[in-house]
């Protein structure tokens, strides 16, 4: 059985990482010309089910550089004004552990090189007589498998062609996601899990993501044949302009100093923070989701993770829930290598329960979206 997984964000290359591990042949085919070609450094926190999901995919050796490349992410959840003053606390989270995604898709890369290709953007795919299904690449190449894994996230064309009536609704949220090297002079703004700027007009969020160890240099001494990039630990977050304006530059220093001019009589640590933002690893955020779809008749082609279920990151939910298709999909897939199982039957069960857990995560999300971004969801 071969399996084409198109799209090497984090939840195709935990699926890659499981079918590996279980002996199946797997390719994963990759748009992008290489893994540093666009802004992907934000932190996700991952936890509970997503957490043990995405260990069950990882090789055991790997686990400890997991753990030794991530931060914390517990404590309490602030609520302040503009000037720094606590408002309200929301409670204490334990929400598992802060990642960098960049970071994170280096460590899911590891002993796949063989397994991937860079620069292959799938244009469409082909179900074949025989049953087989051919993805066809923009270079014109293909690839021919027994089931194709549309894990080409929230655009997918994988989806668009499988399920053209499938909505994905884009929230007009005038959103901003920053990202600032952590100094002492900007630790103690996130003393916890957390913390919500309750601005008049501009509200933030911000999240640290600070890694335990650099997470190089804990490759190096932890699994030295896996490369993780050198990176320093940040202040991430996120702010939604005022609605009296109406769009976000595509140009980052254009945008923030649209959000500086909002925010002049903040706190000076919060405009530094802002000032200081990473020009590179920061950008407009569009929160959008999908609108639930029924089963539909499977063939061999399925989605996995955003492509099939994109939520707002209100919930921190999207990436977790990406893991569990993973392992959920990655465990189907096992069953019908050792002759256990119908590939159709197994893939159909994946689907059926995905897209429970996956749609209720996107209700979940969609829920917390007012505390997230209140401007968005007027
Ligand atoms: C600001 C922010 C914060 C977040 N925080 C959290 C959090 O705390 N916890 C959490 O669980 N989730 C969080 N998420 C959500 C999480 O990032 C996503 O759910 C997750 O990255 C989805 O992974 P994926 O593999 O499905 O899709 P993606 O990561 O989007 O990967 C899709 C891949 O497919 C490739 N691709 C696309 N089209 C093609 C094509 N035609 N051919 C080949 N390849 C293609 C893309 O280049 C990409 O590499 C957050 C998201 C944002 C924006």
């Given at each position: 059985?071969?399996?084409?997984?198109?799209?090497?964000?984090?939840g195709?290359?935990?699926?890659?990482?499981?079918l590996?591990?279980?002996?199946?042949d797997?390719?994963?085919y990759e748009?992008?010309?290489g893994i540093?070609?666009?802004?992907?450094?934000?932190?996700i926190?991952i936890?509970?089910p997503?957490?043990?999901?995405?260990?069950e995919?990882?090789p055991?050796?790997?686990?400890p550089l997991?753990e030794?490349s991530?931060?914390e992410l517990s404590?309490?959840r602030l609520?302040v004004d503009?000037q720094l003053?606590e408002?309200?606390?929301l409670?204490?989270l334990h929400?598992?552990?802060?990642?960098d995604?960049?970071v994170l898709?280096?460590?899911?890369l590891?002993g796949?090189t063989?397994r991937?290709?860079?620069?292959?953007r799938?244009v469409?795919?082909t179900?074949l007589?025989d049953g087989?299904v051919?993805?066809e690449f923009a270079?014109?190449?293909?690839?021919?498998?027994d089931?194709?894994?549309g894990?080409?996230?929230g655009?997918?064309?994988?989806?668009?062609?499988?399920?053209?009536?499938?909505?994905?609704v884009a929230l007009?949220?005038?959103g901003?996601l920053?990202?600032?090297p952590?100094t002492?002079?900007?630790?103690d703004?996130?003393p916890g899990f957390g913390?919500?700027?309750?601005?008049p007009?501009v509200?933030?969020?911000?999240g640290k993501m600070?890694?335990?160890?650099?997470?190089?240099?804990a490759?190096a001494?932890?699994?030295p044949?896996v490369?993780?990039?050198e990176?320093g630990?940040?202040?991430r977050w996120?702010?939604?302009?005022?609605?009296y304006?109406d769009?976000?530059p595509?140009?980052w220093?254009?945008?923030?100093d649209?959000?500086l001019?909002?925010?002049?009589?903040?706190?000076p640590?919060l405009?530094?923070?802002?000032r200081r933002?990473?020009?590179?690893?920061s950008?407009g955020l569009?929160?959008?989701y999908?609108?639930?779809?029924p089963h539909w008749?499977?063939?061999?082609?399925t989605?996995l993770?955003?492509?099939?279920?994109i939520?707002?990151?209100?919930?921190g939910?999207?990436?977790?829930t990406a893991f569990r298709d993973a392992?959920l999909?990655?465990?189907?897939?096992?069953?019908v290598?050792?002759?256990?199982?119908?590939?159709l039957t197994?893939?159909?069960?994946?689907?059926?329960?995905?897209?429970?857990y996956?749609?209720?995560a996107?209700a979940?999300?969609l829920?917390?979206?007012?505390?997230?971004a209140?401007?968005?969801s007027?």
């Amino acid at each position: 059985m071969r399996v084409l997984v198109i799209g090497a964000g984090i939840g195709g290359l935990c699926l890659a990482q499981g079918l590996r591990r279980a002996g199946i042949d797997v390719r994963v085919y990759e748009r992008e010309e290489g893994i540093h070609a666009r802004y992907q450094g934000f932190r996700i926190g991952i936890g509970g089910p997503g957490l043990e999901a995405l260990r069950e995919c990882l090789p055991q050796r790997l686990h400890p550089l997991l753990e030794a490349s991530t931060g914390e992410l517990s404590g309490e959840r602030l609520v302040v004004d503009e000037q720094l003053c606590e408002i309200r606390r929301l409670g204490v989270l334990h929400g598992g552990m802060a990642t960098d995604r960049h970071v994170l898709r280096h460590l899911l890369l590891a002993g796949l090189t063989d397994r991937i290709e860079f620069g292959k953007r799938l244009v469409r795919y082909t179900e074949l007589p025989d049953g087989t299904v051919r993805a066809e690449f923009a270079d014109g190449t293909s690839a021919t498998g027994d089931l194709l894994v549309g894990a080409d996230g929230g655009n997918s064309p994988v989806r668009r062609q499988l399920l053209p009536e499938a909505e994905v609704v884009a929230l007009d949220g005038r959103g901003l996601l920053g990202r600032t090297p952590l100094t002492e002079r900007f630790a103690d703004l996130v003393p916890g899990f957390g913390t919500v700027v309750a601005g008049p007009e501009v509200r933030m969020l911000l999240g640290k993501m600070e890694f335990r160890r650099p997470p190089h240099l804990a490759a190096a001494e932890l699994a030295p044949d896996v490369e993780l990039p050198e990176t320093g630990s940040y202040v991430r977050w996120v702010a939604f302009l005022p609605e009296y304006i109406d769009a976000v530059p595509a140009d980052w220093p254009a945008a923030r100093d649209l959000l500086l001019s909002g925010i002049a009589d903040w706190h000076p640590d919060l405009v530094e923070l802002v000032r200081r933002s990473d020009v590179v690893n920061s950008s407009g955020l569009t929160v959008r989701y999908a609108e639930p779809v029924p089963h539909w008749g499977t063939r061999p082609v399925t989605l996995l993770g955003d492509a099939v279920h994109i939520m707002p990151p209100s919930g921190g939910m999207g990436a977790n829930t990406a893991f569990r298709d993973a392992a959920l999909l990655c465990r189907a897939l096992t069953a019908v290598h050792r002759g256990e199982a119908q590939l159709l039957t197994a893939v159909e069960r994946y689907e059926r329960e995905m897209l429970e857990y996956g749609f209720a995560a996107v209700a979940e999300s969609l829920a917390q979206l007012p505390a997230f971004a209140p401007a968005a969801s007027a």
